[in-house]
């Protein structure tokens, strides 16, 4: 990047923290000073939310960057601190999961439950032969099972590698032969979208350009029919039928917890690696101070998938190490009907919901009489993840969702991070909308020039990270070099995370997407993010996407995908009059250079699994190329929409 970002995107509204939620808080802002003072033995102390074996001698060893290692000498175990610990502290009977499957069937499972099982399941594995070292792959729907699987790898020290259920058999064949797994944990298959949608038959595929593989463990889920080979189990008929006793032996801090697959938009997907005693510090810490979780009476739910990293930390490790109860559904947003997720809040009394933009801005297509049919007034923390939140998109959240008076937490991170870096604290930070604010205590986040120098409030430029933090990975799987050419080569000394960032002039940072994105346009640089918001701020308009596309004037010009609103005419020539008034409205709100060439009203965008919208295959289209790889698409038939739309626009 030649120049800093332009700085587009003007912002004056700030909410307060309700002040009974302030006085009540968990962490209050003495928390930065502190940290500030001796950031090591602020997160020694926060260490101490875990129970150790064996306490560690040194909390960092730095001597040998970018590889770090956290509480050394140190030994604990995951599961333990997730399950064993709850139970011994007489919460065995308490509820650690309502989960909803998407027919409507539920079950629920207390600590004790999810002990036994786990238990069981530790066993099983340690049948097949699997021991402490071993990758295990996960290939699941989002049943209790997942978690099981994933706590009972923990327990036994093998290292899990979660793919998301429904990638391709590419996908999975990729990840498990990168891992080498011995062993596939999966289901018959899971609910999507009102039916019964097969996992197995991946599997097999998988497994057959797999030699590595020795066991798959299959959950019965839908009970289709499925085929059957010798390395086959039934969940049923091994995990359920082994002991419910399992002693959890302690692992080294620093012992592999988990392998997680960025999705790779091009080159080779990288396999994160993170470890034990740092990671779940983390994990633990910020799930405990961003939402604000009271064990005794708050009802948590995550909507993420488990095959995420939000899954990972934010359903799995900070929530089940915080003792919290949480609700876990199985399937899609609108099945069998818009209100679903408003239905779920309503019944299990939620506090606590940690969604995606992606999903804000769904619910805000579909119209605001879905949630009003329901009863939200349980909610009193909202968080977001996973992209930029359009500052309309976190006005809808607070109005529609939060009754205007709930803290938005919106949390910066990535499967490299492996916990919230950047965040408000719920009962501390004046939230601005769409901007996630400061670094978390302990964490030195920065954004900087192309020259590593530390941009003044009002720039723009690259977020870095300027200091280790526990929960860091370690390296990319199989692959030191690469791990240090991707994020520790582009400024000397820094994490780089490759997102763009600006500083307001109070110093609070606005995140404005990855900097492969960022146009250039008439030599301006121009984030993705900025003109996006300024498109959804326009009240006929729900999501956007925009991409710089070769332009032989401009250099790049601005090509805009739009959803419009649920009740917004589009046809014939309202459709064309929308995109005029589009167009100037972009115009007026951040400046003549981000009007956009051309903008195309579309009914989906293409998105990951995880919900992020993939440019990379919008810029194809946008120059008339030919797609590339679209194995991480969450939904393969968008594009020959979007596409077939793109040309008879020409
Ligand atoms: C947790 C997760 C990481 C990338 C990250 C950034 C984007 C995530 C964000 C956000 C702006 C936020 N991202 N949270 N951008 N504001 N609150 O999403 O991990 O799937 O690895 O993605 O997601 O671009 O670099 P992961």
Not at 13 to 42: G, Q, T, W
Not at 226 to 241: I, L, P, R, S, Y
Not at 477 to 502: C, E, L, N, P
Not at 544 to 552: C, M, R, S
Request: aromatic residues 8%; proline residues 6%.
């Amino acid at each position: 990047m030649s120049e800093t970002l332009a700085n587009l995107l003007q912002e004056n509204r700030r909410f307060e923290p309700p002040a009974a939620l302030a006085e009540a808080a968990n962490v209050k802002s003495d928390a930065y000073a502190e940290a500030d003072a001796d950031r090591l033995a602020f997160w020694a102390k926060q260490a101490q939310r875990l129970d150790w074996a064996q306490e560690w001698d040194q909390v960092l060893d730095w001597s040998n960057p970018p590889f770090a290692k956290w509480f050394l000498g140190g030994t604990l175990n995951v599961a333990y601190n997730c399950l064993d610990r709850h139970v011994a502290a007489g919460k065995g009977d308490k509820v650690a999961i309502h989960w909803e499957g998407e027919p409507g069937d539920t079950r629920t499972l207390t600590y004790s439950d999810l002990h036994k099982l786990t238990c069981q399941a530790a066993n099983a594995l340690t049948d097949l032969g699997v021991g402490a070292g071993d990758r295990v792959a996960i290939y699941m729907p989002m049943i209790p099972e997942a978690a099981v699987a994933m706590l009972a790898c923990a327990r036994i020290g093998a290292t899990h590698s979660v793919v998301f259920g429904g990638f391709s058999v590419d996908a999975l064949s990729g990840r498990i032969q990168d891992a080498s797994a011995k062993v596939v944990i999966t289901a018959d298959g899971g609910y999507r979208r009102g039916k019964p949608s097969a996992l197995k038959p991946t599997v097999d595929e998988a497994v057959a350009l797999c030699p590595t593989i020795e066991h798959v463990l299959v959950v019965r889920r839908t009970g289709e029919p499925v085929a059957w080979g010798d390395k086959d189990h039934w969940w049923h008929e091994t995990v359920e039928a082994a002991s419910t006793e399992h002693e959890a032996q302690p692992f080294d801090a620093e012992h592999p917890l988990f392998i997680l697959y960025t999705s790779g938009t091009t080159a080779k997907p990288k396999g994160i690696l993170h470890t034990t005693g740092g990671y779940l510090t983390q994990a633990s810490y910020t799930h405990h101070a961003v939402f604000d979780l009271k064990p005794e009476t708050d009802v948590y739910w995550c909507t993420a998938d488990i095959g995420w990293v939000t899954g990972h930390s934010y359903i799995v490790y900070g929530p089940l190490s915080n003792g919290a109860t949480q609700v876990m559904y199985e399937g899609t947003p609108d099945t069998p009907h818009k209100g679903r997720f408003w239905d779920i809040v309503d019944r299990y009394g939620v506090t606590i919901l940690y969604t995606a933009p992606t999903l804000i801005r769904t619910m805000m297509k579909w119209g605001d009489e879905f949630p009003a049919a329901a009863n939200l007034s349980s909610l009193r923390v909202l968080g977001s993840v996973g992209e930029p939140i359009n500052p309309e998109a976190w006005m809808w959240y607070r109005k529609n969702i939060g009754h205007e008076n709930t803290p938005i937490v919106d949390t910066w991170w990535q499967t490299e991070t492996g916990a919230i870096m950047i965040s408000p604290l719920p009962g501390v930070t004046a939230t601005k909308p769409g901007s996630a604010m400061r670094p978390l205590p302990g964490i030195s986040a920065d954004v900087v020039d192309d020259e590593g120098r530390s941009v003044p409030d009002g720039g723009g430029g690259f977020l870095v990270l300027r200091e280790p933090w526990p929960s860091m990975l370690r390296t990319i799987w199989g692959d030191d070099q690469r791990f240090i050419d991707t994020y520790w080569s582009r400024f000397q000394g820094m994490y780089f995370a490759g997102d763009g960032a600006k500083k307001d002039d109070d110093g609070d940072l606005w995140l404005l997407g990855r900097v492969d994105d960022v146009m250039l346009v008439s030599g301006h640089n121009i984030s993705t993010t900025e003109v996006e918001s300024a498109l959804v701020s326009h009240p006929s308009v729900a999501e956007a996407a925009v991409v710089g596309a070769t332009d032989p004037t401009t250099g790049q010009a601005i090509v805009a995908f739009t959803i419009p609103r649920g009740s917004v005419d589009t046809a014939g020539d309202a459709g064309e009059a929308l995109i005029k008034e589009l167009r100037d409205h972009v115009s007026k709100t951040l400046g003549p250079i981000a009007k956009p060439r051309q903008i195309m009203l579309v009914a989906e965008l293409p998105k990951t699994r995880s919900g992020k919208i993939m440019r990379r295959l919008l810029r194809d289209v946008a120059e008339h190329r030919s797609l590339g790889d679209v194995t991480t698409l969450q939904d393969s038939t968008v594009m020959e929409l979007i596409s077939d739309g793109m040309k008879s626009a020409k």
